[in-house]
C-alpha cells in the first residue's frame, strides 16, 4: 500500500507491457522457452514491466509493490473437487460467501476464496498436515499423512523427503491422500491466508512515467 488506498482487498488491475531477460543465457532468444531441454541448470532473471496508469500511484526507485499472484488452475480444481464430494450440488465455483473480518463484511465468490485468499500453493506447515489427517475417512491414509507431522528422526527425514524436498503444497496433498474429505469452513481454518508478494520497484517514473519494473528469479523444479 503506497497510500493511495489500495490494499490486497482492493488491487490495483495492473496491464503487462513487457518482459525481457536479465540473464545471458537467454537475452538472445526471442521467447520465453520453458520446455525441460531448454531450461537448463542456471539462474533465469527477468524484468516485468507493467501499467500504473489510472492506479493513482507515486514511486520511487526502491519502493516495494505488492502483487496479489492467484493459485494456479490445477490447485483450485483440485481443492473445489474435494469440496464438492462433501457439499455435493449446493456448492460451485459461483456460490456465494459472506465473510467478516475485523467488524467489516464482504462478499465474494468460492471461485475468489481458492483463487486469491486461501494459500493452495505454500509449503504446509506440519500443524496442517495433521488437520488434514484427522479429515481423511481411510484409517491407513490418516496414519500415513499422520507419520509426516512427528519430531522423531525418522518421521523428519520423511517430511523432508517427502513435503520439502518435492515442493508439495495443500493442494497437492489432497490429490495424493483421495479419503481426505473436507468441508470448506475446515479448509478455510487450515489452509493460511494468501498474502501479496512484495517485489522492490526497479524503475523510475521520471524515465518510464506510469511504467513500472519489477525483476524476479525464475526457479524450475521437480
Not at 160 to 179: H, K, R, Y
Request: include cysteine.
Amino acid at each position: 500500500d503506497l497510500g493511495c488506498g489500495l490494499c490486497a482487498e482492493r488491487p490495483f488491475a495492473a496491464s503487462v507491457v513487457g518482459a525481457r531477460w536479465l540473464t545471458e543465457e537467454q537475452m538472445s532468444r526471442s521467447s520465453f522457452d520453458e520446455t525441460a531441454d531448454s531450461w537448463g541448470e542456471g539462474k533465469r532473471v527477468v524484468a516485468l514491466e507493467f501499467s500504473l496508469g489510472g492506479a493513482d500511484i507515486e514511486y520511487e526507485p526502491g519502493d516495494a509493490i505488492a502483487f496479489c499472484c492467484p493459485n494456479p488452475r490445477y490447485a483450485v480444481d483440485v481443492a473445489f473437487r474435494r469440496l464438492a464430494e462433501t457439499h455435493g450440488a449446493a456448492l460451485s465455483m459461483a456460490s456465494v460467501l459472506r465473510l467478516s473480518s475485523g467488524g467489516k463484511e464482504e462478499t465474494l465468490t468460492v471461485e475468489e476464496l481458492l483463487l486469491y485468499r486461501l494459500d493452495l500453493c505454500g509449503l504446509p506447515k506440519k500443524t496442517q498436515i495433521a488437520q488434514l489427517a484427522r479429515c481423511c475417512t481411510d484409517e491407513r491414509e490418516s496414519r500415513q499423512m499422520s507419520l509426516l507431522c512427528g519430531r522423531e528422526a525418522q518421521k523428519k527425514q520423511l517430511f523432508t523427503a517427502f513435503v520439502e524436498q518435492q515442493a508439495l503444497n495443500i493442494a497437492e496433498l489432497l490429490f495424493l491422500f483421495p479419503s481426505c474429505k473436507l468441508s470448506l469452513e475446515q479448509l478455510a481454518s487450515i489452509a493460511l491466508p494468501m498474502v501479496p508478494r512484495y517485489y522492490s520497484l526497479a524503475s523510475s517514473p521520471l524515465a518510464q512515467g506510469e511504467v513500472a519494473t519489477v525483476a524476479f528469479s525464475l526457479v524450475r523444479y521437480r
